[in-house]
């Protein structure tokens, strides 16, 4: 093992900077000699002195490097050191030849001079006062810069979250720090609680603070909106906080009513639903405000229109005859009620004839010559619909422009399309519903001009949203906007299993488990091991040719991500027989594992800012665009070990470049959670079954898994758990109101 030594030098020239992590390799001059060096290094430049700790390794293809662990800057010591520094270009404006004439007519007394006299400076030809101004202030700022860096380091906090901090507060993060480090879990992107938390600690901040408890209240709000919940029970949102802080709940009262005061959480009084008796809840202000725009903009879409009934159902024949198509009488009714009504509700499971309903509305409207807009919330999902209706579909992210402004950060990533550049249609479509969350939902809405009709097209026995919000069940639940349900399996889809037991555990009757079906089977074995055994002969060597699609596209759903049959743990042995290491495929350790290239992996968070690009021959970008999203998976196409970057591949040809600091929004995707899967399609899927929590292992998690297979479903492990799960009706209800504020925005009562 190498020895840390300590070096000291100056930068001549960066060599590769990543401007997102700020990993650098640059070139030292240490005693005379050239020294790479490599690490991360935000705020300093070419030209600067530095003292640094670290070990010299040795690089497989750029050779001997010295890794530099930690560092500080030296204040240049004589005339020399300070015309290299400001002749590097780290002064904006002072270039080499400048440079030369300030050292040579101040001397040594260089840096004492452009701090303590500026106007100095413009004694130099060539520099005005105002000039002379400007780079003292740069010379300050970047002093300050490094003396922040320093202080903040103390704390343990890293150097990229340190430039974050001071980007934010600037010279204030001093009194930030010792008064309110909890304020940068609100204003910092990547600082949630628990880091504000354990710095506030290192600063001796008390545990009873009352910016800790509101910060923790705050805290306990959002971990709820990651498990799907709008708002808290206030019981339960007192309860977990203290159990987070060690706090009594009863101090915590009056901390409540001070973030309502200050317009950061909104206390409601909602029926419970079996007692009736009021109970108090608890908003983050933001997702009361969702839920009541939300419920606003659907009243104000859902106008009725004066119809001509004849007319209409001689168009319906006319439909029926030019495409050679029957619609049974709930698809009728669909196509009535979108013609009558600004918002439509279809729903029903598979092989109900949604596509079919979904075509018959999109021709009625094409034939009244108006603009049809399709989109689904995920790239898979609109895929399938273009797919299904031979009609441009959309994700509803790119339906509404996002775009991450990436040269103006102080706008960050949104929508082009909002209330102020709304959507150009008459008709917008959009499927899978159930998938969708109350932002995008609200996102959504603030596009869509009054006297656009909404057609809602989902299964709402699925699984919920990942986001926050039951959208599709709430506006059901409603009882405020026009639903047909979809119900007959029409005889084609009768002939496949996956869609008559999909329908059978749905309405929780028994499957038989013969193995006589084409499409639908099930492997009872009983130890986890045999299982992932079965599992990979099955990818490798019988489902393939089975349903003509390669090994990568046959997707493990597994109901869990912890345990013997938990995605962590198939993952990584299905990558060892699926994408076994080579010579010639470049890897990067990341956490307990590592990516590979040719790892088919996942997007886990959205991202709303990462760019994008659809390459065309020659691998020349054709279109770019910001946003990857949580689902989206692809293939690892190149890993830099040099660059820090790992290169993936999405559908439609999207190329994402990730800088190794984000390698934490990917995992592999060999195995997902059934969750994950929701409005994806697979050619096969095989579930694993051999136990799980009862809250867990529930009826529609399994109906959701069955029905993300076109072609074959192969269940493998205990028939016990099948029966169990197909029993279980436990749905983990989420804590949601958008049917209470729909009822209300009907009443007017806000």
């Not at 040809?653 to 990917?666: H, I, K, P």
């Given at each position: 093992?190498?020895?840390e030594?300590?070096?000291?030098?100056y930068?001549d020239?960066?060599?590769?900077?990543n401007?997102?992590?700020?990993?650098?390799?640059?070139?030292l001059?240490?005693?005379?000699?050239e020294?790479t060096?490599?690490?991360?290094?935000q705020y300093?430049?070419?030209?600067?002195?530095?003292?640094a700790?670290?070990r010299f390794?040795?690089?497989?293809?750029y050779?001997?490097?010295?890794?530099?662990t930690?560092?500080e800057?030296?204040?240049?010591q004589d005339?020399?050191?300070?015309?290299r520094y400001?002749?590097?270009?780290a002064?904006?404006?002072i270039?080499?030849?400048?440079?030369a004439?300030?050292?040579?007519r101040?001397?040594?007394?260089t840096?004492?001079?452009?701090?303590?006299e500026?106007e100095?400076?413009?004694?130099i030809?060539g520099?005005?006062v105002r000039?002379?101004?400007?780079i003292a202030?740069q010379?300050e700022?970047?002093?300050?810069?490094?003396k922040?860096?320093i202080?903040l380091?103390?704390?343990g906090?890293s150097?990229?979250?340190?430039?974050?901090?001071?980007?934010?507060?600037g010279?204030?993060?001093?009194?930030v720090?010792?008064?309110?480090?909890?304020?940068?879990?609100?204003d910092?992107s990547?600082?949630?609680?628990?880091?504000?938390?354990?710095?506030?600690?290192?600063i001796?901040?008390?545990?009873?603070s009352?910016?800790?408890?509101?910060?923790?209240l705050l805290?306990?709000?959002l971990?709820?909106?990651?498990?799907?919940?709008?708002?808290l029970p206030?019981?339960?949102l007192?309860?977990?906080?203290?159990?987070l802080?060690?706090v009594e709940?009863?101090?915590?009262?009056?901390?409540v009513?001070?973030l309502?005061v200050?317009?950061?959480?909104?206390?409601k009084?909602?029926?419970?639903e079996?007692?009736?008796?009021l109970l108090?809840?608890?908003?983050?202000s933001?997702f009361y405000?969702l839920?009541?725009?939300?419920a606003?903009?659907l009243r104000?879409?859902?106008?009725?229109e004066d119809?001509?009934?004849?007319?209409?159902?001689?168009?319906?024949?006319?439909?029926e005859?030019?495409?050679?198509?029957?619609?049974d009488?709930?698809q009728?009714?669909a196509?009535?009620e979108?013609?009558r009504?600004?918002?439509?509700?279809?729903?029903?499971?598979?092989?109900?004839?949604k596509?079919?309903?979904?075509n018959a509305i999109?021709?009625?409207f094409?034939g009244e010559?108006?603009?049809i807009?399709l989109?689904a919330p995920?790239g898979?999902?609109?895929k399938?619909?273009t797919?299904a209706t031979?009609?441009?579909?959309?994700?509803?992210?790119?339906?509404?422009?996002?775009?991450?402004?990436?040269?103006?950060s102080?706008?960050?990533a949104?929508?082009e399309?909002?209330?102020?550049?709304?959507?150009d249609?008459?008709?917008?479509?959009?499927d899978?519903?159930?998938m969708v969350?109350?932002h995008?939902?609200?996102?959504?809405?603030?596009?869509?001009?009054?006297g656009?009709r909404?057609?809602?097209?989902?299964d709402?026995?699925?699984?919920p949203?990942?986001?926050?919000?039951?959208?599709?069940?709430?506006?059901?639940?409603?009882?405020?906007?026009?639903?047909?349900?979809?119900?007959?399996i029409?005889r084609?889809?009768?002939?496949?299993?996956i869609?008559?037991?999909?329908?059978?555990?749905?309405?929780?009757e028994?499957?038989?488990?013969?193995?006589?079906?084409?499409?639908?089977?099930?492997?009872k074995?009983?130890?986890?091991?045999v299982?992932?055994s079965?599992?990979i002969t099955l990818i490798q060597?019988?489902?393939?040719?089975?349903?003509?699609?390669?090994?990568?596209?046959i997707?493990?759903?597994?109901?869990?991500r912890k345990?013997?049959?938990?995605?962590?743990?198939?993952n990584q042995?299905?990558?060892q027989?699926?994408n076994?290491?080579a010579?010639?495929?470049?890897?990067r350790?990341?956490?307990?594992g590592?990516?590979?290239?040719?790892?088919?992996?996942?997007?886990?968070k959205?991202?709303?800012?990462l760019?994008?690009?659809i390459?065309?021959r020659?691998?020349i970008a054709?279109e770019?665009g910001?946003g990857v999203?949580?689902?989206d998976m692809g293939?690892?196409?190149?890993?830099?070990?040099?660059?820090?970057?790992?290169?993936?591949e999405y559908?439609?040809?999207?190329y994402?470049?990730y800088a190794f600091?984000?390698?934490?929004?990917?995992?592999?995707a060999y195995?997902?959670t059934?969750?994950?899967?929701?409005g994806?399609?697979?050619?096969?899927?095989?579930i694993?079954l051999l136990?799980?929590?009862?809250m867990?292992?529930?009826?529609?998690l399994?109906?959701?898994?069955?029905?993300?297979?076109?072609?074959?479903?192969t269940?493998?492990g205990d028939?016990?758990?099948?029966?169990?799960?197909i029993?279980n009706?436990?749905?983990?209800?989420r804590?949601?109101?958008l049917?209470?504020?729909?009822?209300?925005?009907?009443?007017?009562?806000?």
């Amino acid at each position: 093992m190498s020895v840390e030594e300590t070096i000291e030098g100056y930068i001549d020239h960066v060599i590769f900077r990543n401007e997102e992590n700020g990993y650098t390799v640059m070139c030292l001059v240490s005693g005379g000699e050239e020294v790479t060096c490599v690490g991360n290094f935000q705020y300093i430049g070419e030209g600067e002195t530095i003292k640094a700790e670290g070990r010299f390794t040795e690089h497989p293809s750029y050779g001997a490097q010295f890794t530099i662990t930690s560092f500080e800057t030296v204040i240049p010591q004589d005339a020399a050191a300070m015309e290299r520094y400001l002749g590097s270009g780290a002064i904006k404006g002072i270039g080499a030849a400048l440079a030369a004439r300030i050292v040579r007519r101040f001397g040594d007394d260089t840096l004492r001079i452009a701090e303590e006299e500026p106007e100095r400076l413009a004694e130099i030809k060539g520099i005005s006062v105002r000039k002379a101004r400007e780079i003292a202030e740069q010379m300050e700022e970047k002093a300050d810069m490094r003396k922040a860096m320093i202080f903040l380091q103390q704390y343990g906090i890293s150097l990229s979250l340190g430039v974050k901090i001071y980007q934010q507060y600037g010279p204030q993060l001093y009194g930030v720090l010792k008064e309110n480090p909890y304020r940068m879990a609100e204003d910092i992107s990547g600082v949630g609680f628990k880091m504000a938390d354990e710095i506030a600690a290192r600063i001796g901040i008390h545990t009873d603070s009352d910016y800790r408890i509101r910060s923790g209240l705050l805290y306990i709000l959002l971990q709820g909106t990651f498990d799907g919940h709008t708002y808290l029970p206030k019981e339960v949102l007192l309860r977990r906080t203290s159990q987070l802080l060690g706090v009594e709940a009863e101090y915590m009262e009056k901390h409540v009513m001070d973030l309502a005061v200050d317009r950061k959480v909104v206390v409601k009084e909602i029926a419970d639903e079996k007692s009736e008796v009021l109970l108090p809840v608890v908003y983050a202000s933001q997702f009361y405000h969702l839920e009541l725009h939300t419920a606003q903009m659907l009243r104000e879409l859902n106008i009725k229109e004066d119809v001509d009934e004849t007319l209409l159902e001689k168009q319906l024949r006319r439909i029926e005859a030019n495409h050679d198509v029957l619609l049974d009488e709930r698809q009728r009714e669909a196509v009535k009620e979108a013609v009558r009504w600004g918002v439509l509700v279809i729903t029903g499971g598979p092989g109900t004839g949604k596509t079919t309903t979904i075509n018959a509305i999109i021709r009625y409207f094409e034939g009244e010559g108006q603009d049809i807009f399709l989109a689904a919330p995920t790239g898979r999902a609109a895929k399938r619909m273009t797919e299904a209706t031979g009609y441009e579909a959309r994700t509803i992210h790119r339906l509404l422009e996002l775009t991450g402004v990436p040269e103006d950060s102080s706008v960050g990533a949104h929508f082009e399309r909002n209330e102020e550049n709304p959507l150009d249609a008459d008709v917008i479509i959009i499927d899978e519903m159930s998938m969708v969350d109350i932002h995008l939902m609200h996102a959504l809405l603030s596009a869509v001009t009054v006297g656009t009709r909404l057609v809602l097209v989902g299964d709402v026995n699925q699984l919920p949203s990942v986001g926050p919000g039951s959208v599709l069940k709430d506006i059901i639940a409603s009882g405020n906007f026009h639903v047909v349900e979809l119900t007959k399996i029409f005889r084609q889809a009768t002939q496949s299993d996956i869609v008559v037991n999909a329908h059978k555990i749905n309405r929780g009757e028994r499957v038989l488990l013969d193995n006589k079906s084409m499409d639908f089977f099930f492997l009872k074995r009983y130890d986890a091991n045999v299982i992932i055994s079965v599992i990979i002969t099955l990818i490798q060597k019988k489902l393939p040719k089975f349903v003509d699609a390669e090994p990568l596209d046959i997707q493990v759903l597994s109901p869990m991500r912890k345990g013997l049959l938990g995605v962590e743990r198939l993952n990584q042995i299905l990558q060892q027989y699926l994408n076994p290491p080579a010579p010639e495929k470049k890897e990067r350790e990341q956490g307990q594992g590592l990516f590979r290239e040719g790892d088919k992996v996942m997007q886990i968070k959205n991202n709303y800012q990462l760019p994008w690009e659809i390459r065309g021959r020659y691998g020349i970008a054709a279109e770019r665009g910001e946003g990857v999203f949580n689902g989206d998976m692809g293939i690892v196409k190149e890993i830099n070990s040099f660059g820090e970057t790992l290169t993936v591949e999405y559908d439609e040809c999207r190329y994402v470049e990730y800088a190794f600091s984000q390698l934490d929004e990917l995992e592999l995707a060999y195995a997902v959670t059934i969750h994950k899967s929701q409005g994806s399609e697979y050619p096969a899927v095989i579930i694993p079954l051999l136990g799980g929590p009862k809250m867990l292992m529930t009826r529609n998690l399994l109906y959701t898994a069955v029905t993300r297979a076109r072609k074959c479903v192969t269940l493998v492990g205990d028939e016990r758990t099948f029966e169990e799960m197909i029993e279980n009706e436990m749905e983990q209800s989420r804590y949601t109101t958008l049917d209470l504020r729909i009822q209300e925005a009907e009443r007017g009562g806000w």
